[in-house]
């Protein structure tokens, strides 16, 4: 006893040195962990800013020629930043939609390490029943050993969480689609704008430099009339202040319109000190304004990005609600794994262990009725902001039509103006005389002509304008989505004939987002059994069909699914290959998905993986379809 006491009291003050060790050590710990805010230095922010300068024109095709409307709007497309970072957020929500779905699969969760300890473990024992205390210590562990375990594990709960969870990954990926369409609408409505009244300002710019020259040197030689008496005072001053009203107008048109060639080198990211000009051409045609405003609010409700991003946010609620339900659902867990242990007193040191949980915390089902009154709520905060929405939409879109009609009422009118400025003008010329104050009239005249000729310009652009932004205000695309890996050529080709086709008829306008993609038929290879076939052909119909591509078993495309299945020990390697071919069977686009999963896997995880495959294909999937869909028309 005497002994055991010693051993206790060793024990304590041991325990004590350590605590004061610990209490000495941690403070030098803490100290030396201590984080000191560092300002970046000259040279790092020089290396970022050089860094970044360098990235915002690579890859760019330099400018070799006068640039067209088209090259433009194929520039801004192919080389504009903003548009670029929709682009990488819209792959990024991609990119998670598939991270989302491999969280429905079961969880192999592995383990390894060793263990050591100062001292042996162990200990005594007293009986349960005679209370006797076993005075011998013994132990069954060693003070070192490595233990390791591998374990398969998959909780029905989690799986259902995480089908909602990856279903509104897929809703938020369509809705960084649609601000990405918003993103082209408005660049080429930009583009537009910009191109015309700089046009128009390349035009005019050396008439109004001869023009402002001549009215300067009018003006000089008007004060030198006036002081020598060779004209009366109140008609030189008269003269002096129609020069300066024409010059201060010609002046104002002039830095409106050459401004507006800076904004669209901007939109094309031209690199700066780079010269470029405007190709000359006719002015396309200016379509008539429309008459049927009930089927252009159709349209409009339709096809705004912003009334589709409404459209997932709802879907996003509602599976919101469906997760929070389910999670008051009981918990069930199944686990089987294996298990190592190097401690040399185990009678087995490896083994197999499976067990199966289930458990509910009942006292969440008290939050249901709250839960239910939350959805009701923001269900009608959703619908009210989508009513609200749609009656914007469609009052900008009746403003926009009135706009457009009343601009080209003005560009008639500037277009009547500036023809008879030019003809007063070449009326003045041929009559002028000797007299100063024949030639000064002669200067001031030709000076109203060049400033109609500029109001006519700013005019036919201010009509351009109009016109971009009704087709902006009704949710057109420029383009379908699969203008990205196009040479610029092919783009400014493809953007020729889709403005050449505007121009014929606005009401001939239809939408990208409807009607546009063939249809395919679906036919899967490697799944034998026909209950699966039928179950996955489902889920697939139903993907594909939120990304508006519809399934014809006659008339579509043919669109190959095939599975391959490569065993290996305990990991089963699944691919799926996505094959889309003609009618002829010649002209075949491919893309693969290698996932793995456990051996004698259920059904649910290739369908899940085939799901995973079809939804990263799915750009790329659109893209051949539309070439099909040209080879076919």
């Known amino acids: 006893m005497m002994g055991a006491l010693l051993n206790t009291s060793a024990t304590t003050v041991t325990s004590k040195k350590l605590l004061v060790g610990i209490g000495l050590v941690l403070p030098l710990l803490f100290s030396g962990c201590a984080i000191i805010p560092k300002p970046f230095t000259q040279e790092e922010v020089r290396a970022r800013v050089d860094e970044d300068t360098a990235g915002m024109y690579l890859n760019q095709e330099p400018i070799n020629g006068p640039v067209s409307v088209e090259e433009a709007i194929a520039r801004t497309l192919k080389y504009n930043l903003d548009y670029r970072l929709k682009q990488m957020e819209s792959a990024l929500e991609l990119g998670l939609t598939g991270l989302a779905t491999y969280d429905m699969l079961p969880k192999l969760l592995t383990s390894a390490g060793y263990r050591t300890r100062q001292n042996e473990p162990g200990g005594t024992s007293i009986g349960i029943i005679d209370k006797q205390i076993s005075l011998r210590p013994s132990r069954a562990t060693q003070k070192n050993h490595a233990q390791a375990a591998a374990e398969f594990s998959w909780n029905l709960l989690d799986f259902g969480v995480s089908y909602y969870r990856a279903r509104q990954q897929a809703d938020k990926f369509l809705i960084a689609e649609e601000r990405r369409r918003k993103v082209v609408q408005n660049m080429v409505q930009d583009v537009r704008t910009s191109f015309w009244r700089a046009l128009g300002a390349q035009r005019l710019s050396k008439d109004a430099k001869e023009i402002l020259d001549q009215a300067n040197l009018a003006l000089a030689r008007s004060r030198e009339a006036e002081a020598q008496r060779l004209i009366p005072p109140a008609l030189a001053l008269n003269y002096q202040r129609a020069l300066l009203d024409a010059i201060s107008l010609l002046n104002l048109r002039r830095q409106d319109l050459e401004i507006a060639k800076r904004e669209l080198a901007a939109l094309m990211n031209v690199e700066p000190g780079v010269v470029f000009i405007l190709e000359e051409s006719e002015e396309s045609k200016l379509p008539a304004p429309p008459t049927d405003i009930r089927k252009l609010e159709e349209l409009a409700l339709l096809q705004r990005p912003e009334l589709r991003q409404e459209d997932s946010k709802k879907r996003i609620t509602a599976d919101e609600t469906r997760k929070q339900l389910l999670s008051m659902l009981p918990s069930v867990s199944l686990d089987y794994g294996f298990s190592f242990d190097s401690n040399?007193?185990?009678?087995?040191?490896?083994?197999?262990?499976?067990?199966?949980?289930?458990?509910?915390?009942?006292?969440?089902?008290?939050?249901?009725?709250?839960?239910?009154?939350?959805?009701?709520?923001?269900?009608?905060?959703?619908?009210?902001?989508?009513?609200?929405?749609?009656?914007?939409?469609?009052?900008?879109?009746?403003?926009?039509?009135?706009?457009?009609?009343?601009?080209?009422?003005?560009?008639?009118?500037?277009?009547?103006?500036?023809?008879?400025?030019?003809?007063?003008?070449?009326?003045?010329?041929?009559?002028?005389?000797?007299?100063?104050?024949?030639?000064?009239?002669?200067?001031?005249?030709?000076?109203?002509?060049?400033?109609?000729?500029?109001?006519?310009?700013?005019?036919?652009?201010?009509?351009?304008?109009?016109?971009?932004?009704?087709?902006?205000?009704?949710?057109?695309?420029?383009?379908?989505?699969?203008?990205?890996?196009?040479?610029?050529?092919?783009?400014?080709?493809?953007?020729?004939?889709?403005?050449?086709?505007?121009?014929?008829?606005?009401?001939?306008?239809?939408?990208?987002?409807?009607?546009?993609?063939?249809?395919?038929?679906?036919?899967?290879?490697?799944?034998?059994?026909?209950?699966?076939?039928?179950r996955m052909k489902a889920q697939v119909a139903v993907l594909l069909a939120r990304h508006q591509i519809d399934l014809d078993a006659d008339k579509g495309f043919p669109f190959v699914l095939i599975l391959q299945r490569i065993p290996n020990d305990e990991i089963e390697t699944a691919s799926w290959a996505l094959v889309l071919e003609d009618h002829d069977g010649m002209n075949k686009k491919s893309a693969k998905f290698v996932t793995t999963i456990p051996s004698d896997s259920r059904d649910l995880a290739y369908e899940s993986a085939l799901i995973a495959a079809v939804t990263s294909t799915l750009p790329e999937l659109r893209s051949w379809l539309v070439e099909l869909g040209k080879e076919y028309q």
């Open 344 to 534: 040399n007193l185990l009678y087995n040191n490896n083994w197999f262990q499976g067990g199966i949980r289930v458990s509910w915390n009942i006292m969440r089902l008290a939050t249901l009725p709250t839960l239910l009154k939350t959805q009701e709520g923001q269900v009608e905060v959703d619908r009210s902001r989508r009513m609200a929405l749609s009656m914007a939409i469609m009052t900008q879109l009746r403003v926009s039509a009135e706009r457009y009609r009343l601009a080209i009422l003005d560009f008639k009118l500037a277009d009547i103006g500036a023809q008879v400025d030019q003809r007063l003008a070449s009326n003045m010329r041929a009559s002028v005389t000797a007299r100063l104050s024949s030639e000064l009239e002669a200067i001031r005249t030709n000076a109203r002509a060049v400033l109609g000729a500029y109001q006519r310009a700013n005019a036919y652009a201010n009509a351009q304008i109009a016109f971009g932004r009704l087709y902006n205000t009704l949710g057109f695309d420029p383009l379908p989505d699969n203008f990205e890996d196009d040479t610029l050529e092919i783009l400014t080709g493809r953007i020729r004939e889709h403005i050449k086709a505007t121009e014929e008829d606005t009401l001939r306008m239809t939408s990208n987002l409807f009607g546009h993609l063939p249809t395919i038929s679906i036919t899967f290879v490697g799944v034998e059994d026909p209950v699966m076939q039928v």
